[in-house]
């Protein structure tokens, strides 16, 4: 049974840095791809970041880059996105996902094969 378990949303404040985890069990092989989204309230799921597992490239959506970094554990099936300078904006649910099958898209949500339950981040005052 493959499951993605995301950890590591919480509270942050406007400016502030989160680090959110997400371990892949069962997977078959390596993936082609493991990526974040996230889904705000009255709004689509929207790429965040994904880095393609064989060469370790990463990339980002234009309202991220520079402010997020996604990495890897070469060891397991891990990824990690490292969220600073956060902005009220950036509150949504984050979903890790795998592209493991056939067609790959780096970008479209609806090409990734499996998901996490989602992780939490929200803003205080």
């Known amino acids: 049974q493959i499951n993605l378990v995301e950890s590591g949303g919480g509270s942050v404040q406007a400016g502030g840095s989160l680090r959110v985890s997400c371990e892949a069990s069962g997977l078959p092989f390596d993936p082609y791809s493991m990526g974040w989204f996230r889904q705000a309230p009255d709004k689509e799921r929207e790429f965040v970041a994904t880095i393609a597992w064989s060469y370790g490239y990463t990339y980002y959506s234009d309202s991220v880059k520079g402010r997020f970094t996604i990495s890897k554990d070469n060891t397991r099936h891990v990824i990690f996105l490292q969220m600073d300078s956060l902005k009220p904006d950036d509150a949504a649910v984050y979903f890790c996902?795998?592209?493991?099958?056939?067609?790959?898209?780096?970008?479209?949500?609806?090409?990734?094969?499996?998901w996490g339950q989602g992780a939490l981040v929200t803003f205080s005052s």
């Open positions: 996902a795998a592209d493991v099958y056939p067609p790959f898209n780096l970008w479209e949500y609806d090409k990734y094969d499996y």
